[in-house]
C-alpha cells in the first residue's frame, strides 16, 4: 500500500493560469479537465474552468488545482487549499476516511465518481478541508 499527499489549491477561475505558472516555475507535465469535460458543469459560464488539473515534475513536485464553482462559497485567500490524499487500494481510503470522518462535517461523501472509484470531501474538527480518493479511473 501506498499513499500521498498533494497541495490541491483553490482558485475561481485562475486555475488554469495558475497551474501553467507553477509549470513554468518547476517544469513537469500539466493535465487538467475541464467541468464540461467531466460532465459537472452547472453554469455553462464555467464549464471552460477546471474540475482537476495537476503539475507534476521529475523532481518530486506535485501541485492540483481546481476552480470553485459559483455555488460554493469562495473568496480569495481563505480555503485556498485542500489536502489530497491518494491511495491505491478502497480499503486503505475508507479506513482513512473512516477515522477522519470523526468529528468532521463531510461535504461529498465518500463513493464512486466518475474519476475514482472512491472520492470523499471532507472538513476535519481542526478546519482543515480533505480530499480522499482511491487512485485510476471509475470502472
Known amino acids: 500500500m501506498s499513499v500521498n499527499t498533494v497541495t490541491h489549491l483553490n482558485f475561481r477561475g485562475d486555475a488554469r493560469a495558475a497551474l501553467t505558472f507553477y509549470q513554468s516555475v518547476f517544469g513537469g507535465d500539466l493535465a487538467v479537465v475541464t467541468y464540461k ?3 459537472g458543469a452547472q453554469e455553462p459560464s464555467e464549464a471552460d474552468q477546471v474540475m482537476w488539473g495537476q503539475v507534476s515534475a521529475a523532481a518530486g513536485f506535485e501541485v492540483m488545482a481546481y476552480d470553485v464553482p ?5 473568496s480569495r485567500g481563505e480555503n485556498a487549499f485542500f489536502v489530497s490524499v491518494r491511495g491505491e487500494t478502497a ?6 476516511w473512516e477515522r ?5 462535517t463531510v461535504l461529498q461523501p ?19 478541508t480533505w480530499v480522499i480518493d482511491v487512485a485510476g479511473t471509475a470502472g
Open 110 to 128: 465518500l463513493g464512486p465518481a466518475q474519476w475514482a472509484p472512491l472520492y470523499g470531501m471532507l472538513t476535519d474538527r481542526f478546519g482543515v
Open 37 to 39: 469535460e467531466a460532465g
Open 70 to 74: 459559483s455555488r460554493l462559497p469562495y
Open 91 to 96: 480499503e486503505e481510503i475508507t479506513a482513512y
Open 100 to 104: 477522519l470522518s470523526d468529528g468532521a
